[in-house]
């Protein structure tokens, strides 16, 4: 690419501002399996906070191996889920 562009890095908002993605165990699972899973991710009170920034929510969540589209029918089979979900869809591209 040559020359500069009009869109600098100062005005791309979702790559400035960070948001939270809230990891927990699916409520689904047993006490005991929650319990592993908490263990397993490093979870503090049942959540794990991922901090990030809006315009790499979609990754972070392919990184988890969570597709917010196809929930398993079988919790074990997920055995994690997005906490905040709602939150986080204007960054999903749908």
């Known amino acids: 690419m040559d020359g500069e562009t009009e869109n600098g890095l100062s005005d791309d ?3 400035n501002s960070e948001v939270n993605v809230i990891i927990k165990p699916d409520e689904r699972l047993t006490v005991m ?3 592993i ?3 397993d991710f490093g979870m503090v009170d049942g959540r ?4 990030c920034r809006q315009a790499l929510v979609k990754y ?3 990184r988890y191996q969570i597709d917010p ?3 398993d029918p ?3 089979a997920q055995q994690i ?4 979900l709602k939150e986080l869809k204007p960054w999903l591209y749908d």
């Open 69 to 71: 589209k196809n929930m």
């Open 48 to 51: 794990l906070q991922i901090p």
């Open 74 to 76: 079988k919790p074990e």
């Open 37 to 39: 899973i908490q263990e």
């Open 60 to 62: 972070v969540l392919q």
């Open 81 to 84: 889920v997005v906490e905040n």
């Open 13 to 15: 908002d979702q790559w």
């Open 33 to 35: 399996q929650k319990a």
